[in-house]
Nanobody
Framework: VQLVESGGGLVQAGGSLRLSCTAS????????MGWYRQAPGKQRELVAA????????NYADSVKGRFTISRDNAKNTMYLQMDSLKPDDAGVYLC?????????????????WGQGTQVTVSS
């Protein structure tokens, strides 16, 4: 499975960006998809997550009310709309997808990552 992010760039504080993550197979099969942020000197953090059908979403407190995660399973793509961007939002944004397969002997979980897209916010 390949995940390819796009949409990052340089934006002024208060501006907006829309990130996309396109998968090499149907995104409906992933029970979890999310966006992580990796900033220099900081731990990777989960920014937003969405379930397979898109019916449930979760956000980090720092982005609630400003970011919106969505997915279009027909296009095998997940999005992150980022509004009112702040300098603290800067970092590499990585797409993550998870699924699993149940066998008689147990469950094997799979965790996929994209290469990331850089977001820079100038003050």
């Amino acid at each position: 499975v390949q995940l390819v992010e796009s949409g990052g760039g340089l934006v002024q504080a208060g501006g907006s960006l829309r990130l996309s993550c396109t998968a090499s197979r149907s995104t409906f099969s992933f029970n979890f998809m999310g966006w992580y942020r990796q900033a220099p000197g900081k731990q990777r953090e989960l920014v937003a997550a969405i379930t397979s059908g898109g019916g449930s979403t979760n956000y980090a407190d720092s982005v609630k009310g400003r970011f919106t995660i969505s997915r279009d399973n027909a296009k095998n793509t997940m999005y992150l709309q980022m509004d009112s961007l702040k300098p603290d939002d800067a970092g590499v944004y990585l797409c993550n997808a998870r699924d699993y397969t149940d066998y008689e002997v147990g469950r094997i979980e799979y965790n996929y990552w994209g290469q990331g897209t850089q977001v820079t916010v100038s003050s």
